[in-house]
């Protein structure tokens, strides 16, 4: 062996000693900048010796931007869900029906039940051969799923070679992927700058980010790993608890609340123990997994169809807090709605520290009777949106006022409105509201409308305040010298307008539509619109009669359509946007691609997919003749489902017995 094969061997095996005690044991015994050294030097000698690659290298772990599908790996054991309970009392007859079932009667002592946190991320499958990971499969449907092995091996607390000795020659391991909530909220943050949506929770971004093209991508995200179950045809031990403990030797972060009990008793104890401490933790949980510890003891309790007889999730009740109602604001959004918001005294809340809740509108705050600086209860409910559900009337202050609902805007004094039928508020005061032309600057730029990089909330405040952009059209002409005279605002981020300004030119006419801020008119109706009109002109000169044949085009929604062209600014400014070269017309239409196939069907699309994105299935639904819908009801024909579907969008879909069908069924129903 050579010295220098021999000296990147030692910093490939010193570099995986501190990832490990970086990223698993949380304890660095290393400096940043010594770990950067000793990275540095190997990156050095591996570019001198290529020869020597090894794709497990610690140098690997920062991923690639080469972009490549996913290929469908059917697995060696199916990955099968688990039965679950929201009941003490049922997690106690499910351990008295695994000693019926294996004859234990030893009254109080129970078989040797370990329990586990149940982890809310993303379930992956490893495969190790001769101690180094050779495939990463994701749960998929659980008969097969797809190789994400480029992307797993870029999260550092996953052991790339195994340290100890003892594993199998070949083996799998099971466990999730989770996003740890200080990375979710940064990559929230980030997302937030950038007008792009928000992640509802660290489940939906762990599972987004597993499947993302780009492993460079993946990697800066900060992804993390917690492993719980061991499957080889020879295990170094015989029950489920020692083979975690192997596996925590091997390199595996293996929860450290992992806990062996032989009594009822004790795990009643741990739940409720765990169901305080899982507050603490730095990763989003959402209940407890008990197993019969003893694996010959698992096979003769064996499986049903859908689960194994052996383990049972335990899922905790929505996460709830109490704190005190500092005030209310109220807040005026694009289309001049008043949004009552609670303001409340900083309080922890399933990892994240919560300030603000939505009150939504007047009725709801009056049915919880929110008095001033009240105690309110906040519940989150397994999504990361916090919202009130209560009261503790018992805790208010003597002689507190009720909270009382504003009659005038808070931003421009205009007496608010009653949207007839509806509990809003409305500021009638359009195009005189200052929170309303910037709400609709922001909603132009946004992502999913012209994408203008560059203008976020604050840059949109700041060009309408200097008098730079009044409307929408205006964007079409701002100058970069005057861009530079902002605070805040210097020759790069000006290019940077400008140029996504001038991209935003060539935006197809459904976004165009989208961006006007028409009332009622979302994404999908901008779509329908587009392509039962062709063109700006038409769609302006068209009746209510003719609008509402447009399909899912119903009266209130033609009413906004025609009351918005019938101000003579909002037509100044299509004219505008066409001088400037903005799309005012769909191209000529390429009808090979459409089809009735979905002709009639109500289509609800739920989870993440790996084959295309959601916006392109919504559109191949569209294109085929179906309709989509974001919510399941008798009427939903199937569900198109991907990983990680909604529980409560899946259990509906059941309760209903309306069909589930993943991606590779549903291109093969197109054709």
Not at 31 to 41: A, N, R, T, V
Not at 455 to 482: C, H, M, Q, R, S
Not at 558 to 586: K, P
Not at 619 to 645: C, Q, R
Request: proline fraction near 4%; charge should be negative; glycine fraction near 8%.
């Amino acid at each position: 062996m050579s010295s220098a094969e021999q000296r990147i061997n030692e910093l490939r095996e010193e570099l995986n000693r501190h990832n490990h005690a970086y990223y698993v044991d949380n304890a660095p015994t290393i400096s940043d900048y010594d770990y950067d050294m000793l990275m540095k030097e190997l990156e050095k000698l591996e570019s001198e010796h290529p020869e020597l690659d090894d794709p497990l290298s610690p140098t690997h772990r920062v991923g690639s931007d080469i972009t490549k599908g996913f290929q469908q790996v059917t697995h060696a054991r199916p990955m099968l869900s688990l039965g679950n309970t929201y009941s003490i009392e049922e997690v106690d007859d499910w351990i008295k029906r695994c000693n019926d079932m294996l004859g234990n009667s030893s009254g109080l002592k129970s078989v040797p039940i370990v329990g586990e946190m149940k982890f809310d991320g993303t379930s992956i499958s490893l495969i190790y051969e001769k101690g180094r990971l050779v495939r990463a499969v994701t749960r998929g449907d659980g008969e097969k799923g797809d190789d994400v092995t480029e992307n797993v091996k870029t999260i550092r607390s996953i052991p790339l070679v195994l340290s100890g000795e003892g594993y199998p020659e070949s083996f799998e391991i099971r466990g999730e992927i989770v996003l740890p909530w200080r990375a979710f909220d940064k990559l929230n943050e980030e997302r937030a700058f950038n007008e792009e949506p928000l992640f509802a929770n660290p489940r939906n971004a762990a599972a987004g980010t597993l499947k993302l093209q780009n492993s460079a991508e993946v990697s800066r995200r900060g992804l993390d790993a917690y492993f719980y179950y061991l499957l080889a045809d020879e295990l170094p031990c015989q029950t489920h608890y020692d083979n975690m403990v192997k596996a925590r030797e091997w390199g595996f972060k293996v929860s450290s609340q992992m806990t062996l009990m032989d009594s009822i008793d004790e795990v009643d104890s741990f739940i409720r123990r765990l169901d305080i401490e899982r507050k603490e933790l730095p990763v989003a949980t959402d209940g407890l997994v008990f197993k019969v510890n003893d694996l010959r003891q698992q096979l003769n309790l064996g499986f049903t169809s859908k689960s194994p007889r052996w383990a049972i999730a335990y899922k905790f009740a929505a996460e709830r807090a109490l704190t005190r109602l500092r005030f209310v604001s109220f807040e005026v959004g694009r289309m001049g709605i008043i949004t009552p918001v609670a303001n409340l005294e900083p309080v922890l809340l399933s990892g994240t520290i919560v300030k603000r809740a939505s009150l939504h509108n007047e009725d709801i705050v009056k049915s919880l009777d929110i008095h001033e600086h009240d105690m309110l209860y906040v519940e989150k409910g397994g999504e990361i949106i916090p919202k009130i559900t209560g009261v503790d009337v018992d805790a208010r202050e003597q002689g507190s006022s009720p909270i009382k609902f504003v009659t005038t805007c808070p931003d421009c004094g205009t007496k608010l409105i009653r949207i007839p039928g509806e509990a809003s508020w409305q500021c009638p005061n359009k195009y005189g509201c200052r929170h309303q032309i910037i709400g609709r600057l922001e909603h132009f730029v946004g992502r999913h409308a012209m994408d203008i990089e560059g203008v976020g909330e604050e840059n949109a405040a700041l060009l309408f305040d200097a008098g730079l952009v009044k409307n929408i059209a205006d964007f079409y002409t701002l100058k970069a010298p005057e861009l530079e005279m902002l605070e805040r605002v210097g020759p790069r981020t000006a290019a940077r307008i400008l140029e996504g300004v001038e991209a935003s030119k060539s935006v197809p006419f459904d976004r165009v539509v989208y961006s006007l801020s028409i009332p009622f008119v979302g994404e999908t109706v901008a779509r329908k619109l587009a392509r039962g009109v062709k063109n700006m002109d038409t769609l302006m000169a068209m009746t209510r009669e003719q609008l509402v044949a447009i399909d899912d085009i119903g009266p209130k929604i033609a009413d906004a359509i025609i009351e918005y062209f019938s101000v003579s600014s909002n037509r100044e400014i299509i004219d505008c946007m066409r001088d400037a070269g903005v799309q005012m017309a769909l191209p000529e239409e390429d009808e090979s691609n459409r089809t009735d196939l979905l002709s009639g069907k109500t289509i609800v699309i739920s989870g993440v997919f790996s084959r295309h994105s959601r916006e392109e299935y919504k559109m191949m639904i569209e294109n085929n003749g179906g309709k989509n819908s974001g919510s399941i009801s008798k009427k939903t024909n199937f569900v198109l489902a991907g990983d990680n579907m909604g529980p409560s969008k899946l259990e509906k879909a059941r309760s209903l017995g309306v069909p589930i069908i993943n991606e590779d069924e549903f291109l093969a129903m197109l054709g």
